[in-house]
């Protein structure tokens, strides 16, 4: 198994583009959910590491706080404050990067609870995710029993889509199943592109495509 790295500097920079593309027909708080989408996919794809992706992942947090308070029965809002802090804890890293990713993880939970299927199950993919980069106790509170359910839940919710596939890929590489990673990464690269969301799925796939080359190579 691949080692857990430090709670200190969580990499969650990759749980963006989780969530579904907004309906054809877009309302005020569907435009501005796409609108943070499109923003996640600029601060994590366009954007050098560093102060200034940290500083853009900080600003985007602001964003979907206030969405979130704006639209407090929203779960798509939970969903998207929580990925937005997963990535701002990867960026900032140091004492701070934990306590983000405990704040991310409530959101989600509370997304779960207004509506588990929002966003195509997004909610599940993210905590399944969360729980796998996080470290266990006493560090943190992560957990692969915990991930494991998460991922089989999203992709129930979810068996076709990029997101799932490609997070359950990464797990699955992370603990030496080679071959069903590769199983996983190949179905993430075969998913339906998703409108507005174009930049999120270049970068989503391009890091699909890597993984695969290396499952590939470790399953000989």
């Known amino acids: 198994m691949i080692r857990k790295i430090s709670a200190l500097l969580v990499p969650l920079l990759a749980l963006a583009g989780l969530a579904a593309a907004s309906p054809a027909i877009a309302e005020p708080f569907d435009d501005s959910l796409l609108a943070i989408q499109q923003a996640w996919a600029v601060a994590n794809y366009e954007t050098p590491e560093g102060d200034a992706r ?65 966003l195509n199950g997004s909610a599940y993919t993210s905590l399944g995710t969360l729980y796998h980069k996080v470290p266990g106790f006493p560090l943190g509170f992560g957990s692969d029993d915990k991930a494991r359910k998460l991922f089989a839940r999203a992709l129930e919710l979810n068996p076709e889509g990029i997101d799932p596939n490609y997070f359950w890929g990464e797990f699955l590489l992370d603990e030496g199943d080679y071959q069903q990673a590769v199983v996983h990464f190949e179905r993430a690269l075969r998913a339906p592109d998703r409108p507005g969301r174009e930049l999120a799925d270049r970068g989503r796939r391009a890091e699909a495509t890597a993984l695969l080359e290396k499952a590939r190579a470790k399953a000989g």
Not at 97 to 106: I, P, Q, T, V, Y
Request: charged residues 25%; proline residues 3%; glycine residues 10%.
């Open 54 to 118: 940290e500083a853009a992942f900080e600003a985007l947090a602001k964003r979907t706080e206030a969405l979130v308070q704006s639209n407090p029965k929203r779960a798509e809002a939970r969903v998207w404050h929580g990925i937005v802090l997963s990535s701002y804890a990867g960026a900032k890293g140091g004492l701070g990067a934990l306590g983000l990713a405990k704040e991310a993880r409530s959101n989600l939970e509370a997304a779960l609870e207004l509506d588990p299927a929002a």
